[in-house]
């Protein structure tokens, strides 16, 4: 199991469980988080789009260039910051679990 700790655009902050191999844009999707993932995960919609918290920015993988590209359509909408990813792109595993992002606001 993995873990994520999210907190939503109303401020409330809750603690999910996974499977480990979980995208974390399911995870959250599927506990109304407020991500809707419209793509499926195809990195393609930005609806899944997260602020992850600093200490964990540089523990992911870099972004790739089609998140990147995504996330940069967004930034006529909403407020970039380093730790923007597209939950899509995530994978909860072990190298994960314990991921802290509060869900960014809709473009
Ligand atoms: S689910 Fe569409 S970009 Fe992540």
Redo the contacts with the bound molecule.
């Keep these: 199991m993995a873990q994520v700790h999210v907190t939503t655009r109303e401020g409330e902050v809750r603690t999910l469980e996974a499977e480990g191999g979980s995208p974390l844009?399911e995870v959250l999707r599927d506990a109304s988080t407020g991500v809707e993932?419209?793509?499926?995960?195809?990195?393609?919609?930005?609806?899944?789009h997260v602020y992850v918290v600093d200490e964990w920015v540089a523990r992911l993988p870099e972004r790739s260039e089609d998140e990147a590209m995504?996330l940069e359509a967004l930034e006529d909408f909403v407020e970039l910051r380093p730790g923007s990813r597209?939950?899509?792109q995530i994978v909860l595993d072990d190298d994960t679990s314990g991921i802290t992002v509060e869900i960014a606001p809709a473009a």
């Design positions: 844009m993932g419209t793509c499926g995960g195809m990195c393609s919609c930005g609806t899944c995504m597209l939950a899509c």
